[in-house]
């Protein structure tokens, strides 16, 4: 969270250049588009006496809300529930990926959920950079352990795209509903865990669902739909990993959440009201 009187460490503070180009692609975005992502409430520049060295600050606005993370391990979740929120981060995900721009640290405390309206914020652009979605790789290793694709933790040299996202995305799913990472939160300690997300999906494995305890009406089907959206997008092979077309239609495509029934949703919605006319698009 942000307050205006509260400016980002400049440690993590890009350079001049991609803050300018982080700015001109979110104004191409539409309204609702920009409603996931933190405002820009104000910036200025700060230059270290002895260094010499300038940097540009950027203070967002308050978001009033928590983190997902705080809500891991709470059975009184429901899956309807993680269904609105989740389909809301894949449209931020891919309305970046629509601009270029590379998130590189989706994970459940990077989401926050607005109390009143339970919309969703993806902050922490702090490791989010452009890339050419259709022919460049990237080699910078950073992220959080936990959700770290195999191209990024498992490689001697990272090598990845656009496709990284859509791990961490599946990571932070499987989280919520099983209680915990599906490869912990320190794989990189570990040459086992390691050895398993290059096998992912094969290696995974499920857990008693921990928001399953109190949403009596899940059904095996429903279960099953869960297990399938979590293997598609948590595949090693980047080229059918869900989502690796580019297109986040892709990914709200699948059963776990095209059955989901948005008529539950708030009316104002931004997004919601139209799903069912952009799943018959597809």
């Not at 959206?229 to 690796?244: H, Y």
């Amino acid at each position: 969270m942000y307050r205006k009187d509260m400016v980002v460490n400049h440690n993590h503070i890009w350079n001049e250049r991609n803050v300018l180009e982080y700015i001109r692609d979110c104004q191409t975005m539409t309204e609702d588009e920009k409603l996931a992502l933190p405002l820009i409430y104000d910036s200025l520049v700060l230059e270290e006496k002895e260094t010499k060295i300038t940097y540009i600050c950027i203070a967002l606005n308050y978001i009033q809300g928590k983190t997902l993370d705080k809500y891991i391990n709470n059975t009184s979740l429901s899956v309807d529930f993680l269904r609105k929120i989740f389909i809301q981060v894949a449209k931020v995900i891919g309305s970046l990926h629509k601009e270029g721009i590379i998130h590189r640290d989706i994970k459940c405390s990077n989401i926050i959920i607005e109390s009143e309206t339970e919309r969703i914020k993806l902050i922490d652009m702090s490791l989010a950079c452009f890339v050419d979605t259709k022919k460049q790789r990237l080699s910078e290793f950073c992220g959080s352990f936990h959700t770290m694709a195999p191209e990024m933790i498992c490689m001697q040299k990272p090598n990845y795209s656009i496709e990284y996202d859509w791990w961490s995305f599946g990571v932070s799913i499987y989280e919520m509903v099983f209680g915990i990472p599906p490869y912990g939160y320190h794989p990189e300690e570990n040459k086992y865990l390691l050895k398993r997300i290059n096998e992912s999906p094969k290696s995974l494995s499920f857990p008693e669902p921990v928001i399953f305890m109190g949403d009596f009406t899940l059904s095996r089907k429903n279960r099953e739909e869960t297990e399938d959206l979590i293997m598609q997008l948590l595949n090693k092979d980047e080229s059918i990993r869900l989502g690796s077309n580019g297109d986040f239609k892709q990914v709200i495509e699948h059963p776990w959440f095209k059955n989901y029934h948005l008529m539950n949703f708030h009316e104002d919605s931004y997004f919601f009201e139209n799903i069912d006319l952009i799943n018959d698009e597809i």
